[in-house]
């Protein structure tokens, strides 16, 4: 058999399988975003703008609908409210989205002012806020950079304290951040904002947001660097 032939055959096979598996990391395109709270119908809890479900390698870009919309430029920090005992972010002037991984993954948060003065800013919790019916206000204002327990704010009403993970928030006048989680499989909240400098007035604010997901389970990277070592180990066989 013609040594060239066999490497040849040997090197594109191994290629072949590397490409399928860049082919199976790669985005897929299938997170499903719906507009509106599809939660609890009784209504209860936060009243969810979004509702997006992701696995594997999904992204939001590209959605139908296009997951944007307006908050208010000071939803995420209002420094009036500076001395609340639960926060300084407006639930009301924010856009709440409820988010299922249904595995784990590296989740990548963008959001992007979208031609408007948006200076932005989220944060992420862990769970869904259901339940509490926002008597009195009990939704009125969250804290945005740690746990929080709505019956500190209407104790008359049963309620679930969402388990703060993170936040990210842009800097100076930036229009656009990202930011990285490494989560598992669950329920998660996340709160988009403005957070801009201090005098500023309130006012709708436009922005674009996108979530990317990479399952992160060892096998898949174990496969990849698998396939990568066959490749060099055939590359110095039939070089030698």
Do not use: C
């Amino acid at each position: 058999m013609n040594p060239v032939i066999t490497r040849k055959q040997s090197l594109g096979l191994i290629a072949a399988a590397v490409g399928l598996w860049l082919a199976g990391v790669a985005p897929s395109h299938a997170s499903t975003v719906t507009a509106g709270d599809t939660g609890d119908p009784a209504g209860r809890g936060i009243a969810y703008n979004w509702t997006v479900n992701m696995s594997g390698n999904d992204t939001t870009a590209g959605s139908t609908p296009n997951y944007a919309g307006t908050i208010g430029s000071l939803s995420w920090n209002d420094p009036i409210n500076a001395g609340d005992p639960i926060g300084t972010g407006w639930t009301h002037t924010s856009n709440w989205t409820a988010l299922t991984l249904t595995e784990a993954a590296d989740l990548t948060i963008t959001l992007a002012a979208n031609g408007s003065s948006l200076v932005p800013a989220f944060s992420l919790y862990a769970g869904h806020q259901q339940t509490d019916n926002g008597g009195n206000f009990g939704w009125h204002v969250y804290n945005n950079a740690g746990n929080f327990d709505w019956s500190t704010a209407d104790p008359t009403y049963d309620s679930s304290s969402l388990n703060y993970i993170g936040n990210a928030t842009a800097s100076g006048t930036d229009s656009s951040i990202t930011k990285t989680f490494s989560l598992g499989p669950g329920l998660y909240s996340l709160v988009f904002g403005g957070n801009p400098p201090a005098g500023t007035a309130g006012a709708p604010v436009a922005y674009q947001a996108t979530l990317s997901t990479v399952p992160v389970p060892a096998a898949v990277y174990l496969f990849g660097s698998g396939l990568i070592g066959l490749a060099g180990l055939a590359r110095r066989k039939f070089s030698a």
